[in-house]
């Protein structure tokens, strides 16, 4: 049991949401709990560490892996202008790197590249696809040199820390002064989690341990020393995995078979030429606005890695 928080380390949570794993649709129920003192939302009762491979599965890794390398360029060109907006990096170090789908759109001759990756066989093929340097194992675990990174990225990886506190300490060792630490989390104040609740895709337990609000990532940066250069929210969508969600709850209660989301292979044509005009009319203009008004699906931060006051 986390019951401490494991973001500011004060408080006891106190009760806030129930969950089951639904992409596995498994129904065993986890228990979120809110941190009164920084508003961090994290799960009590997550599986032991050692237990979580079982909770990822070939199919989460896989889906992970293809929707990082599908249209690689234009999927991370959005992170990679964030980050050299804020820094000419020399070196970067991707956190949950994955297959190195967004190192290879940062690799230019001469920039030293490096990746942490839990799983394996998917940071063997990060090594393979990029040639970077990748540990395999649990971030905080790495033992990257003091001051060695200009630049580094933890795009949707956060959020499945039991120790985040300790990993963004971690991130604030390896970085050079000057240097940028850019992060990506689900939001846990957006609008689609306040319409969906525990059908919201993103919230995604066991996988996810804790869940951010603009509060609370800002104050963990804070905390360890980072100033704040940016805080958005961005314009992703979850409506339509949520959406089934919410269908596949109404089916098990009609006494219908359901078909987990780790299990569904991609839809017929003419059911991605409805979706794709769903996507382009409703859902665009739902996810642009919820952006704009600052209750977007995600967080983007930058946080910088200030120069030593003059003696």
């Excluded at 170090?93 to 799983?119: N, P, W, Y």
Aim: glycine share 6%; charged share 25%.
């Amino acid at each position: 049991m986390i019951r401490t928080c494991p973001a500011c380390n004060e408080a006891d949570g106190l009760p806030w949401l129930e969950s089951p794993d639904r992409y596995h649709w498994r129904r065993v129920a986890y228990q979120l709990v809110r941190c009164p003192a920084c508003s961090l939302i994290w799960l009590m009762n997550a599986p032991d560490p050692s237990e979580m491979p079982a909770h990822y599965g070939k199919e989460y890794h896989h889906d992970i892996t293809q929707s990082g390398e599908k249209k690689a360029s234009q999927r991370w060109k959005e992170h990679g202008d964030v980050v050299m907006h804020f820094a000419h990096p020399g070196a970067i170090l991707d956190i949950g790197c994955s297959s190195g789908a967004f190192l290879k759109t940062m690799a230019v001759e001469g920039r030293k590249l490096a990746g942490i990756e839990i799983d394996p066989e998917v940071a063997e093929t990060a090594r393979r696809n990029t040639g970077a340097e990748v540990f395999c194992g649990d971030a905080p675990d790495a033992s990257f040199p003091a001051a060695s990174f200009d630049v580094i990225t933890c795009v949707h990886t956060l959020e499945h820390q039991f120790r985040p506190r300790e990993l963004v300490a971690k991130v604030w060792y390896w970085l050079k002064p000057g240097g940028i630490f850019y992060v990506v989390v689900p939001n846990i104040d957006s609008w689609e989690f306040r319409l969906f609740r525990s059908y919201w895709y993103a919230l995604e337990v066991p996988r996810h341990i804790t869940f951010f609000s603009p509060t609370s990532l800002r104050r963990i940066g804070e905390q360890a020393g980072f100033r704040v250069d940016r805080m958005i929210t961005r314009a992703d969508c979850h409506l339509e995995a949520s959406t089934k969600y919410v269908f596949d709850e109404m089916r098990e209660k009609m006494g219908l078979t359901v078909r987990p989301l780790a299990d569904v292979s991609s839809p017929a044509l003419p059911w991605r030429v409805v979706r794709k005009a769903i996507r382009m009319t409703g859902i665009l203009a739902f996810r642009q606005i919820a952006s704009a008004s600052g209750h977007g699906a995600s967080l983007g931060a930058v946080f910088t890695k200030p120069f030593p006051a003059a003696q």
